[in-house]
């Protein structure tokens, strides 16, 4: 049975490129892998945009809370932030922290 369908469906293309033309079939097959392509970018595109709110570790305000920091970046992205006069860079990770938030990492003073 799957070789009769096969051989169907190799028939119908056949029958198909001979009656559009060989350029068609190809612009067709474009298409479609094209709209796949599509469909699945905006798919992770929309899920990425999710704000996350992150507790810079290893920074205080003047109340002695850690200091936050707000963004839609992934996990892995490296941000630098200005603090008491003094630029700083931090790496946003999954490492959840107790009061919601996700930790970000100092990696270095700049």
């Known amino acids: ?8 469906l190799d028939k119908g293309l056949d029958l198909l490129s001979t009656a559009l ?14 709209g796949a392509w599509l469909y699945q ?3 992770t ?12 570790l290893g920074t205080a305000d003047v109340d002695g809370a850690l ?6 970046r992934a996990p892995g992205t490296v941000v630098t ?11 946003l990770t999954d490492a959840p922290l107790g009061d919601g ?3 970000a990492e100092p990696v270095d003073d700049l």
């Open 1 to 8: 049975m799957p070789i009769l369908v096969s051989l169907a």
């Open 101 to 103: 938030t996700f930790a």
């Open 21 to 34: 033309g060989q350029g068609l079939l190809v612009l067709m097959l474009a298409a479609c892998a094209a």
């Open 81 to 91: 932030r200005r603090i008491r006069g003094q630029v700083r860079r931090f790496e």
């Open 41 to 43: 970018h905006r798919r």
């Open 67 to 72: 200091l936050h920091h707000e963004t839609t």
């Open 45 to 56: 595109a929309l899920a990425r945009h999710v704000v996350r709110r992150y507790g810079l």
